[in-house]
């Protein structure tokens, strides 16, 4: 047999049998027609929870194209007390009161709880994507409540729970790199609880791509050819 012979079976949806698009790198997909999210695991289907989030800011007539964020619910420990001022976290944390004091308090508490949500992309990004300056990182700092909408066309996500874990923990690493020296050697546990993938509404606007829930912007060339994801939303879309 020759490789021209072999065919791949396309994928379906083992909740509905919808035929689903997909691309090699991916390792969650999405139903546009009832909505589930799935890992194949040892060639089992795997449930990922999923919420479309509808759109917050004024869209007006614009394509969306819904992109996949993990969304992790995390508690995170620190055993030691360290000295964390407001004058040495970076100014775009600072904007937001409740993550600076839940920042400074994880810190300067003794045997500090807390609970966090990480926003990690799950859409595959190149080195344009910054970690600290992306709606992951926005949405990190400032949770959004999103609101779920129907199922749509969404691009599968070629980064896994177990990526996304990783990721959430350079984020946090991130932010502690921009304070004091004296606390990078913090003893920090990392407690994953729940999870899911939220579905994240954007839309092309002069070279860029707008996240339709805050405003956030990002460089089309920040995504894996962008112009293949978009001509694939489009020929599977509804």
Known sequence: MVLDDIRLMPLQCPGCG?????KEEDCV??????GKGFQIIENKFKKVDVIYAKP?????DKQLYYLPMWQLMTTISIKDKYTLEHKDIPEEIL??????SLLTSLFKEKDARKKMIFFVPAFGVTNRYQLMDHPGFQFTVDPPRLKGGAPVDMIGAEYSLDDAKEI???????????????????????EFRRYRIAGIPFFEEE???VDGIKGFRIFKDALKSWD?????IRKGGK
Do not use: P, W
């Not at 919808?18 to 997909?22: A, C, P, R, T």
């Not at 917050?56 to 007006?60: F, Q, V």
């Open 168 to 190: 959430a923990k350079v984020m946090f690493l991130s932010i502690q790199a921009h304070t004091r020296s004296v606390i990078l050697d913090a003893d920090i546990d990392f």
């Open 207 to 209: 070279g860029l791509l």
């Open 29 to 34: 997909y999405f139903c546009s027609e009832c």
């Open 228 to 232: 293949e994801i978009k001509e694939g």
């Open 95 to 100: 904007k937001n009161r409740q993550f600076t």
């Open 56 to 60: 917050e800011i004024e869209i007006s």
């Open 18 to 22: 919808k035929e689903i698009n997909s």
